[in-house]
């Protein structure tokens, strides 16, 4: 790449796409900054980003957690991500560049896309995640207890310090590098906190799963030191005449353009049923009749106007803002136990699920989703790389009616989709005699549609939208194992904007 006067916006637009330090050969020098928050408190927090340089993805949030008690401990997927409930990136006149909100719900997707072993041996480390699976001959999973010494610290003389990125913080506006020298205003990092209380499983998930009710509830927090909460910036400078280039793209007659992607998030109920849904109990002999109801739910997604790249889908594991149910009710929404409320529910009844998208008033599937292995095969072709679920976790297909031994005893107490106790299975460790590792299944059943033309999740490539809004129909089976709260499904759409820099100022729009 040419450095001198030639160099093109063009030239300049992939250079800071490549976030690659020295890229094309050219030096580069790295200048940390670690700035304290401008405002801090409980409920959120506020930097003010230094102006020199260009910003890299690499610059960090950095935050010391510890628990007020022994009884908690992070999710183990999602870690210290769910302290965080939103992140905005915007200028200190307002304008927002990114946003991210219910952060924890889209951070714990993304992280089942990062290979395991990057997740035990960095992750656990950095973001106090710890989701690793043991897997056995027979085909059982278990989660890995989380080792001692990557438990967060009693009491705050016992702080344990974890770092977010802000490529995790605001995963499709990088790796764009932002070459904040060229911008007049301040950019400002909005943190703000997740709610504290332990009952819903944000922040903490029991340490001692035989806590129930009230006991739940009064489990200790995990949190957060706010004497300790920085933002340590890695500002970039390449040479002067590098520099002076890309200062002088900002400064002609159109201004310098950065296109990117942001999330946009709907969120639709799910309410129960009104019907009943009594014990089956005779599976054998049984449909799944009056013991099963699926509706049809539908939802107009807006969009109108937009260019989207994909969608996520999750749906809450437990009801909404409830205590999680003791294990005795054997309902489904008791897997918040395990990996708090983060995740997505997958529906018990494994073919009775469905999915249809009606985009500038078409069919956007010839035939409706409708098998686990296409819902799967869809998600893998969002970033066109395979998530690392184990699929029994990612579906309830292999969890029901498996074994005949396991469903046929105890006579009347078998239940329309009975979970076999062969399914997944733990052999030691604190689940062993306090949660049902079949609390697992279907508990990461994300849902993804790729709308790329590229296939690829490249900047440019979404699929535009007209005047007619996106219409989504699902089909959800409620059962009696899972028929306890509301759930709450979250669409992420991941759509195309265009930041421009023009002299100094910043304006935004969608592409």
Known sequence: MDTGNIMTNADITAMLSTNSKGVGGQSCRVETVVQEPQTNNDQYCVFNINSGGILDKSSRLKISVFKNGAEGQLPPITGV???IESAELKTSQGITIASTHDFGHIATCRQCFVNEEQRKNRNSKVLGTYNVYDYHSDGSVQIVDRPDNLQVGNGIANLCEY??????????????MLPVFCIADNLQLHITWSDKEATTGGRVVPQDNNA???DYAALNQILIDNNSVQFVADHLYFSPMVMNRILQSTQGKSGFNVPYGDYQLVKAQFNTPSAGMARNINPGATTSGDNSITETKQFNLGLSGLSVRYMLMMLQNQGINSVPTTVALGDKGAEQRLIGKFGSSGTLNT??????????????????VDTPSRFYNNLVDVFGVEPHIPWGVYTNEQNYYQDAAAINT???????????????????GTYATNLPQKLLGGCLNYKGINFSYAHNNSVGTGLRIGETPVELSFDYNWSFENKLGARLLRIYSC?????????????????
């Open 410 to 428: 105890a006579g009347n107490s078998s239940k329309l989709n009975e979970i076999s106790s062969t399914a997944l299975v733990r052999t030691g």
């Open 212 to 214: 129930a009710g009230a």
């Open 81 to 83: 991500l769910a302290m």
């Open 163 to 176: 770092t977010i990125s802000l490529e995790m913080l605001f995963p499709e506006l990088f790796p764009f």
């Open 351 to 368: 073919n009775k699920d469905k999915l249809q998208l009606v985009v500038n008033n078409i069919n956007y599937f010839q035939k409706a």
């Open 495 to 511: 759509v195309e904007r265009v930041m421009n820099i023009h002299n100094g100022n910043i304006t935004v729009d969608f592409s």
